[in-house]
Nanobody, 123 residues
Framework: QVQLAESGGGLVQTGGSLRLSCATSGRTFSAYAMGWFRQAPGKERAFVAAISGSGGNTYYADSVQGRFTISRDNNRNTVWLEMNTLKPEDTAVYYC????????????????WGQGTQVTVSS
C-alpha cells in the first residue's frame, strides 16, 4: 500500500509559479513511476507529467511542455511538480499518482492516488 499526500497548491497570478510536492509512504519508492494529473471543473482528469522510478525519464502533456518540470528524490520519497508561466487554464485540482511499475507508459493507469491540491491561476 502506498499513501500519497500532496501540498503546495494555492492562488497565483497569471505568469506566476508554484511548486507542488507529493510525499509518499512505503519502502520501495523507486519501484514506482510517479505522475501528476489534474482535473478542472466540468472536465475529466487529465495527464500532466510522469517520471520513471529512477528519475531518468520524464514525460509531459503538450499543454505543459516547457513550463512544468517533474522531479523526484528517492531518498526522500518525494516527487515535485515545478510549474512556471502559469495560465488561467492551468486552474485545476492536481493529483499525485503512483504507477505499479518503475517504467512509465502512456497506456498504464496509476495504482494509487493522492487526495489532490487546488491550484488557481487568476487572470
Amino acid at each position: 500500500q502506498v499513501q500519497l499526500a500532496e501540498s503546495g497548491g494555492g492562488l497565483v497570478q497569471t505568469g506566476g509559479s508554484l511548486r507542488l510536492s507529493c510525499a509518499t509512504s512505503g519502502r520501495t519508492f523507486s519501484a514506482y513511476a510517479m505522475g501528476w494529473f489534474r482535473q478542472a471543473p466540468g472536465k475529466e482528469r487529465a495527464f500532466v507529467a510522469a517520471i520513471s522510478g529512477s528519475g531518468g525519464n520524464t514525460y509531459y502533456a503538450d499543454s505543459v511542455q516547457g513550463r512544468f518540470t517533474i522531479s523526484r528524490d528517492n531518498n526522500r520519497n518525494t516527487v515535485w511538480l515545478e510549474m512556471n508561466t502559469l495560465k488561467p487554464e492551468d486552474t485545476a485540482v492536481y493529483y499525485c499518482a503512483a504507477y505499479l511499475t518503475s517504467n512509465y507508459h502512456s497506456g498504464y493507469l496509476p495504482g494509487y492516488w493522492g487526495q489532490g491540491t487546488q491550484v488557481t491561476v487568476s487572470s
